[in-house]
């Protein structure tokens, strides 16, 4: 008894340990966000002595055009992240549910682009979307990371989707239903799991994307939040405070997305009991 005991307490002890470590460098982030011009890093006993105060977060959100960035990466990132959703769901459909010609050749193909590195695609990518006169433009963007997202959302939900009992079409089809019906009624509903799940990496991917949104937009008006950041860091090097707080106030949209659909998680046995026996 003193045994078993003992073994939890040294077990819950390394899991109290490990998650202070994973932490403690979030917590000493946010708490240098509240000092007044921190041109060198806190050491670590400094910051429990920090009062918290929003001074430089009001900076930061009234200096160049943090706010607005902040809006279009809200906005790119929404349609981004709807849009995959919503193709790969469709496109997981029509592979879970439909014989065609060449299924599994296709699907083996759309998993082949996942493994070619995002850097070789940028040049062929940016001349399509020249020629399409995206470029500077929402529009392009959107086609970019909504072709992208579809091969990732495809692959996820295929097997989501087969899973499903297809003894659930039958009272569609009774009801003279078709195949949309079906989609909407059935599949979409019980693969809320999910499809809350590729939600919260869909809209993390997107919102941290650099290096496509940094080729594709060229107006400054236009630049979404890590393009921001990046420039922020090269403005306020050594103002570690600053940049701490810009940091947070960017890392907020992906807290309040994950703790909307994270109920959504992905679990075992979701539609047991959809069918009876």
């Not at 708490?31 to 007044?36: E, R």
């Not at 759309?110 to 470029?135: C, D, E, R, Y």
């Not at 692959?155 to 569609?172: T, Y």
């Not at 107006?219 to 810009?246: C, G």
């Amino acid at each position: 008894m003193h045994t078993k005991w003992f073994n939890k307490v040294i077990i819950y002890a390394f899991i109290v340990l490990g998650a202070l470590s994973f932490l403690f460098p979030f917590f000493y982030m946010v708490m240098t966000s509240f000092i007044k011009g921190a041109f060198t890093l806190p050491r670590p006993k400094e910051i429990f002595s920090v009062v918290p105060n929003l001074h430089n977060f009001e900076i930061v959100l009234g200096k160049n055009n943090f706010a607005r960035y902040f809006m279009n990466s809200i906005v790119v990132t929404s349609v981004a992240m709807f849009g995959s959703l919503f193709l790969g769901c469709l496109t997981a459909y029509g592979f879970a549910r439909f014989k065609f010609p060449g299924k599994e050749l296709l699907f083996r193909l759309f998993l082949l682009t996942t493994m070619i590195p995002g850097a070789i695609n940028i040049i062929p990518q940016f001349l399509i979307i020249k020629n399409l006169g995206l470029v500077n433009t929402f529009g392009g963007l959107w086609l970019l990371y909504i072709g992208g997202g579809v091969v990732g959302s495809t692959f996820f939900l295929r097997g989501f989707f087969e899973g499903i009992p297809k003894e659930l079409e039958e009272s569609v089809l009774i009801d003279g239903g078709g195949s949309w019906r079906i989609f909407f009624n059935i599949y979409l509903p019980q693969s809320l799991p999910a499809i809350g799940t590729m939600a919260i990496f869909a809209f993390q991917g997107t919102w941290e994307e650099y290096f496509t949104a940094l080729v594709i937009l060229k107006k400054e008006a236009l630049r979404t939040l890590p393009i921001a950041l990046q420039a922020f860091n090269d403005k306020y090097a050594t103002n570690y405070s600053q940049v701490f707080a810009a940091s947070i106030i960017a890392l907020l949209p992906v807290i309040v997305v994950y703790l909307i659909f994270q109920k959504r998680f992905v679990q075992s046995g979701f539609n047991e009991g959809a069918v009876k026996g």
